[in-house]
Structure formats: structure tokens, C-alpha cells
């Protein structure tokens, strides 16, 4: 347990797909941002 | 290496925002939040040598060596499938309406010009379009299509066919295929909207805000405002709409550099869903790197707007600052990002099919029909290796695993490289996500947001 540091995340999910990915999330640039890419805020679509 | 200059090099990138001190560290995208003693020591303003806040950082930067190494060899492989591997397709935009019953000044469908190819998608294109995707994207099965223009509701009659015929052939397939529509609002009524619920169709609501700044940039084709009429037509529509799946999008241009106004406006509105983007374009009133310092400050002001809200009890959505860090995308689709060019193609209406929307009537980037099917597949490729590792700038870049190597169009425009994001984006990127984080911080659970 740390006094001073805090994780607020541990980064990427190495899935462990072989393949690249399983693609069943949302496309980044659909809808709502149109001209930008974000993908940061795209939720994984998979069931724990 | 001792600690305190691994974690002060590299892609690492502290910040202060809101009294909350962030270190990132891009290659993995790990987040911290550091004490002020942490902090002042990584700063180099403070030696505690033999206390715990110097083991802590030893630590973390222990624990980021090894998921480096991790990183490196599993993105590595990802990589070298994303390059060589088969693609799949998984969304389109369909262009359904090359016209529109607006004259937004910055709309890249051309001011009316289209690239030279005006008019309506047949419904035989669409299906066309339909049948491609079905065909392409392989195993996936969620699968999405966009109705854009133009105005996609001046092609209606077809956009309820392509509908049906598109759930049709996803059950055929076994596959959920999600249908979006990006509107202006003027042309909804009671029976498109009772079409839309029915259907599930996510609702994209185009408004910028004040009436001033929309109107502006948003007129009709006598040159009058349309500000008033779209703005009461995405309130029925958003009031009637039976789900969440709407968002109301507006840009913003170097003429309203102060736009936390303009989500202030739509939040006052009634809003709830909203997304605020930059504008693409080499105007006048284009964003350029001098903008920059007050494009920053301003998203700080909006954050503190949205952190306000969310005090109050009267929260809103912000696209950008949304950030589900439990649920976030897995390494492979960071790699990935937009997909432009193979996951994700745009439709035009007689059947050309470009990388996205943005390219969409140039020539040199036509890559292929409806009809026949990819015909360029040497285009799709330049895309797809276009990805965060084989990019220098990226690669150097803190923000490269939340961003996933910016915007291809935008690339191309502002530096004739694909290869070479655009300096103005990625600023603009790596703001938003400085503040996204910050908000994550302290709108999780027993944070304390600060007045
Ligand atoms: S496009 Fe820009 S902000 Fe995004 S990862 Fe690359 S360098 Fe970073
Ligand atoms: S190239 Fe740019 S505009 Fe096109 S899909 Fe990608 S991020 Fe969106």
C-alpha cells in the first residue's frame, strides 16, 4: 500500500487474443466526434 | 538509471491540473496520481532521499520497466498482424444525400460541391454497400453504418429500405449491424423519430451552440440563420427519443475560441449528450498553432464547468472527457485507431468507396466500389500501416495509447504525410486528455471535487 502514489490505471489491456484484437468495439471516428480520433473513451466490448 | 530520471524521460509526461499532480507514461498508458511530496521530489525540488515517497517512486518505475517490456514484445506482434494479418471491415458511412437544406460554411462535404458528385444514393448502391460489409468484415460481429451527407433526411425512403435490408442480411449473417444518422434535426417529424426508436438508431444532433456562433456558420440557402428551428427540432427529437443513444455535436472555429459558452448554452438547453470538435479546414477561421494557448485554457474552463455541473448534482456528458479507464479499448484497437482505409470505409452516393468521410470525391483516394469491391487494396494498406508504432511522432508521445496516432485526413491536409500527424490536433488531443484524466480522478468514487 503506498502513502503517496496512487495508480489510477495500469494502462492498456494486453488481451490475450492472438489475432489483433477481437474488433467488436466501437469505431473511433463514428458518430459523435466525426473529425477526430479518440480512443481512449471506447469501451471494451467484451464480457468479463 | 535511477528512478527519478526514468520516470522524468522518456514517454513519461507529469502535469499539474486542479491541485492534482499526473504522471502518464505512454508506451503503456499507466496512470498515477502523486502527492505533493512525490511530486516535489520527482521535480527535483525537494531531496528526501531516505523516505518512502523515494521508495515509492522506485517502485512504480520498477513495475513501469517491466510492463514495457511486456508492452513492446505484445505490441510488437500486434503490430505485425495489423500490418500483414487479413482486415476486416466493420463500419461504414454512407453518404446517402450529396445535398443539403444548409450551408454550413466548414462542412468538408463541400459547401454544395461534394467534390463534384451531387445527388442521392440509390437504394441498390446501399445495398450494394450493405452486401460489401456483410462480405468483408470476416468474423466480427458487430458491425456499424453511418447515414451521412450532405442531409441524410432529404434521402429518407432509402435510409428506411437500407435499414431494413441491413438487419435482414446481419441476421442472414449472424451479426448486429448499429445504425447511426447524422442530422441537422430540420427535416425530423413525428414519423421519423417514431422510425428511429423503433429501429434503435443512434441520433447524431449537428448544433453549435449560441445562436450567434451557429448562425454564422450554419446558415440556410437564403443565407438566413437556421439556429432557431434546429435548435427547437433537436429538443422534440432529443425529448422523444426512447434512449440514450444521442449525442448533440457542434465545431468550433477560431471564431469562437471562447466555446465553453457555446456547451454552457446547449447544457442550459437541456443537453445532456454533448461533443465539441475542431474544425478541419484552411479558411479564415481555421485554428492555427498561435490559437493554441487559448484553445488550452479554454478546455480547462470547460472542465471546470463540467466538474461544477457534476458538483451541483446537474451533470453532463462530454465526449472527449468521457474515459471508462476500467472498461478501456485493449492494446490491439489502441494500435488501430480509426481504421480509416480498412476497418472503416465511407460510401458516396453513386458507390465509391473511400477511406472515410473526409476523403470522400477525391480521386486519388477512390479506393474502390460497392460494385466491385476494394480495387485499390495497396491504398487500404498505406492506412493500415499508418499505426502509433511505425509513426516517430507518436512513438515519442505520452498520449499515444489513448489517442492511437491522431487523424489520417488531418495529417494529409495540414502536412502531406500520413505519416506525420498534425502538430494543432495532437496539442489539442493531448489537452483534452490531460483533462479528461484529471475529472476521472476526481469525479471517482470518495473524491472531493474542489470549488
Ligand atoms: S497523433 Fe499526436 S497526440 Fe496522437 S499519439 Fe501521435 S503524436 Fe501523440
Ligand atoms: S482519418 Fe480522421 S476523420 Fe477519417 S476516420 Fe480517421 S480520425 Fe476520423
Known sequence: ?48 | MNAISYLSGGTFHRYSLFGINILVHGKTGAIWQLDDLSWKLLDGQSAEPEGDALAELAAIASEARQAEERFAKQGALYAENLEEGPTHLKSLCLNVAHDCNLRCKYCFAGKGAFGGERGLMSSEVGKAAIDLLMQLSGPRQNCEADFFGGEPLLNWNVVKELVSYGKEQAAEYGKQLQFTLTTNGLLLDDEKLAFINEENMGLILSIDGRPEVHDRMRPDLGGSGSHSRVLAKIKEAVAKKADDNWWVRGTYTSWNLDFTQDVKFLVEAGFSNISLEPVVTDEEYQLREEDLPKIEREYERLASYYLQRQREGKPFSFFHFNFDLAKGPCLAKRLLGCGAGHAYLAVSPRGDLYPCHQFVGQEAYRIGTVFQGIEKPELGDRFRQAHIFNKEKCRSCWAQLYCSGGCHANALAKNGDLMLPDELGCRIQQKRLECAIVIHVLTSAHAQIPA
Open chain 1, 1 to 48: 500500500m503506498m502513502k503517496h502514489i496512487k495508480r489510477i490505471d495500469a494502462g492498456a489491456i494486453l488481451s490475450s487474443d492472438k489475432q489483433i484484437g477481437c474488433g467488436e468495439c466501437q469505431a473511433s471516428c463514428q458518430s459523435a466526434c466525426k473529425t477526430s480520433c479518440t480512443v481512449g473513451n471506447q469501451n471494451c466490448q467484451k464480457e468479463e
